[in-house]
Structures are given as structure tokens and as C-alpha cells.
């Protein structure tokens, strides 16, 4: 890149660079400038501007000469073409409308619901149903609990009537054995 172009407003490293540059690339040529007036220019443009139309009109000729019927089918296929592409849009453009309105009618719902959850009626209702449930949840916990009670009741009276009953098994096994014991006693004697 020619660091000329840019300016005196590049850093003095820049220019170290190109001083090493230039010592080891061969000396070029100075640059000749030229400088036109301004009719000059004027007349560049015209000269140019006058041509371009002759060249469109050149172009149209050669298109003129060929089948009419190529032209007409073509002149139907764009028409075609604009038509299907305008129909695209209008589809592109109502669903879009239909997305933006369901859209809408979303944050409408959401902000109504919000309005709604503010009301004071709303909020003692809300207080009342949550109270309902907590309530009805407590309830079955202690019914759970009374039923649980119940069953380690019943549990612990078979358990007092099972130890009862081995108490009084052993007790009569005892007396049978001391029965049997004065027996022999007896007889032993």
C-alpha cells in the first residue's frame, strides 16, 4: 500500500517502514500530475452522457427486430412473474398480520390476568382457596394419624393378649410340672 495517499497523519513507524522500503527497492519515476478545467469536464461528461443513450437505443433496435411472438410471451411471462411475486407478498403480509394479532391478543390476555391478580377480591379469593387446601390437607394428615394410632393400638392389645396367653401357657405348664414333682414326691416317699 503507498502510504502517500493516506497522508502526514501516519505514525512515525509507518514512515521508518517505508524508508527501509524505498532503500532497498529501485527509485521510481516521480509521478506527473495533470489538472483539467472545469468546461472540460463539463464537456467529458456531456460527450459521455450523449452516447449512452445511443447505445440503449442501438440495443432496442436489435431487440425490435426479433419474433413478436417471442416478445409477447416474454412481456406474459413477466407479467406472470409480477403477479406471482405481488401474490407472495400480500400472503407474506397477512400472515405476518395474523402472527402480530395472535401476538397481541396474547399480551392483552396476560395483562388482563395481571390486572385481575391485583384486584383485592382476587387476592382474598386466592388467600381462601390456598386456606382450603392447607386445610383439607391437614385434615387427612390427622386422619392418616388417627388410622396409624389405631392400628399400633390394635397391634399392641394382640401383642398383650398373645404375651398373655404365653404367660398363662407356662404358668399351667409350671403347675403341671410341679404337680408332677409332688407326685414323685409322694410316691417317693
Not at 141 to 163: N, S
Request: glycine share 2%; no cysteine.
Amino acid at each position: 500500500v503507498d502510504e502517500s495517499l493516506f497522508g502526514s497523519s501516519r505514525s512515525s513507524a509507518s514512515t521508518n517502514s517505508k524508508a527501509k522500503l524505498s532503500k532497498s527497492k529501485p527509485k521510481q519515476w516521480p509521478q506527473q500530475k495533470a489538472s483539467i478545467d472545469l468546461s472540460e469536464l463539463l464537456k467529458i461528461k456531456e460527450s459521455t452522457q450523449n452516447q449512452e443513450p445511443q447505445k440503449k437505443k442501438t440495443a432496442t433496435i436489435t431487440n425490435n427486430r426479433t419474433n413478436p411472438a417471442e416478445t409477447e410471451a416474454a412481456m406474459a411471462r413477466k407479467k406472470h412473474m409480477k403477479q406471482l411475486e405481488l401474490k407472495a407478498i400480500e400472503e407474506q403480509r397477512k400472515a405476518g398480520t395474523q402472527i402480530d394479532n395472535k401476538k397481541l391478543e396474547r399480551i392483552r390476555k396476560n395483562a388482563q390476568e395481571k390486572i385481575d391478580e391485583e384486584e383485592d377480591i382476587v387476592k382474598l379469593l386466592k388467600t381462601y382457596s390456598e386456606r382450603a387446601i392447607t386445610f383439607s390437607i391437614r385434615d387427612k394428615q390427622l386422619k392418616d394419624k388417627m388410622e396409624r394410632e389405631k392400628k399400633e393400638k390394635d397391634y399392641e392389645k394382640r401383642m398383650i393378649l398373645a404375651m398373655e396367653i404365653d404367660r398363662l401357657k407356662e404358668i399351667d405348664a409350671r403347675e403341671a410340672e410341679e404337680q408332677e414333682k409332688l407326685k414323685k414326691m409322694i410316691e417317693g416317699r
